[in-house]
């Protein structure tokens, strides 16, 4: 779409009530790069001088090397900019990178994620994992468990390589038994669980804007934080579709448990 598409719909969007905006699309890390003098930051930079009222922007998949340190600093600066990335990494071998493709290797992805956590405070960085591509040994899997595991990840999704007719990989010799893409999978699902928590119970007896999305009983209601954390309180009032402050008093189920708090 145009810059002025954008942000009119966006503009529609935020009088019809809308209270986040997702940006979304095929690489939108190098949105602009067929509009000569444009990119992704201007265009955020745009809506956000254009369009008024009370919302937030959040990103959705952003390859590693779409990234600019632009990009970093802006979400650093503007707090209606979610600080939520999600950056795929597939895998944590350079090996198994090269053969799926990619253009970018171990260390570029480590130092990316550095960058961004030592600009922004606590960022939620969540990730792709693929296990059991063709070749892919024990060696080339602890590469990508070792390089999660010291990464300050929030969470990441895990998937099993399989095999799809007429991709390259398809055609590849070593397919990797499915007993083991299961072992390796749920190994990197039990580390996914301990980041998580560990990332949540960083913002315990913390104060978080949560943009409040259902009603789950009498008077509970559950959110999502600017960072990427559901959650779940209790209040008389229908808060359904407003922006409102929790402090988080327990981490439970996968959930952070808050209670409101006014200004």
Do not use: W
Request: glycine share 6%; net charge positive; with cysteine.
């Amino acid at each position: 779409k145009l810059p002025q598409d954008v942000v009119q719909e966006v503009q529609q969007l935020v009088e019809l009530g809308y209270k986040e905006i997702i940006l979304t699309g095929i690489h939108i890390g190098s949105y602009g790069v067929d509009l000569g003098n444009y990119n992704i930051v201007k265009i955020i930079e745009t809506i956000l001088n254009q369009v008024s009222g009370e919302y937030r922007i959040r990103l959705s998949s952003i390859e590693p090397a779409e990234f600019s340190p632009s990009l970093i600093s802006l979400v650093a600066e503007k707090n209606k900019i979610c600080p939520h990335f999600h950056i795929p990494l597939q895998s944590g071998s350079n090996r198994i990178l090269r053969e799926m493709n990619r253009s970018y290797t171990q260390s570029f992805y480590q130092d990316l994620v550095g960058s961004i956590a030592s600009k922004i405070p606590n960022p939620a960085i969540t990730t792709d994992v693929m296990v059991g591509f063709p070749t892919e040994g024990e060696e080339d899997f602890r590469h990508t468990y070792r390089l999660i595991e010291k990464l300050p990840i929030f969470d990441l999704h895990v998937f099993r390589y399989s095999r799809r007719p007429g991709t390259k990989a398809a055609t590849m010799s070593g397919m990797v038994p499915e007993e083991e893409k299961k072992i390796r999978s749920r190994k990197l699902l039990e580390l996914a669980e301990q980041k998580r928590l560990k990332y949540m119970n960083l913002f315990l007896n913390k104060e978080l804007k949560i943009l409040v999305e259902e009603k789950i009983g009498n008077t509970a209601y559950k959110g999502l934080s600017d960072n990427y954390i559901q959650v779940v309180f209790n209040h008389g009032n229908d808060l359904r579709g407003q922006m409102v402050k929790a402090q988080i008093l327990e981490i439970k189920n996968n959930q952070a448990i808050g209670k409101l708090v006014t200004d």
